[in-house]
């Protein structure tokens, strides 16, 4: 199993950027997948997830109207576009999924930095 981010990077507060997570190794299309991220100094938490085929989102309050999570079943890709990014916005984002048997795996994570 592979996770590999992309994307990231220096935006002014604002700005959008488009992360990428290109997944291989598993049956992409039968999954949920979700996007966390860690700012310096806190806990890694969730900020959007989305149902197998895509049907069904759900965002962190404080994302919410500004990001948006999606899938590309024949990519076996998940992105997450990020607009009105805040300075708040600002940490390491990492593409997660969970397999059977309640297996985690991560991506190596995509640094996200907002700032004038």
């Known amino acids: 199993v592979q996770l590999v981010e992309s994307g990231g990077g220096l935006v002014q507060p604002g700005g959008s950027l488009r992360l990428s997570c290109a997944a291989s190794?598993?049956?992409?299309?039968?999954?949920?997948m979700r996007w966390y991220r860690q700012a310096p100094g806190k806990e890694r938490d969730v900020v959007a997830a989305i149902s197998s085929g895509g049907g069904a989102t759900n965002y962190v309050d404080s994302v919410k109207g500004r990001f948006t999570i999606s899938i590309d079943n024949l990519k076996n890709t998940v992105y997450l576009q990020m607009n009105s990014l805040k300075p708040e916005d600002t940490a390491v984002y990492y593409c997660?999924?969970?397999?059977?048997?309640?297996?985690?795996?991560w991506g190596q994570g995509t640094q996200v930095t907002v700032s004038s």
């Open positions: 190794g598993f049956a992409f299309s039968r999954y949920g």
């Open positions: 997660y999924v969970e397999l059977g048997w309640g297996r985690p795996y």
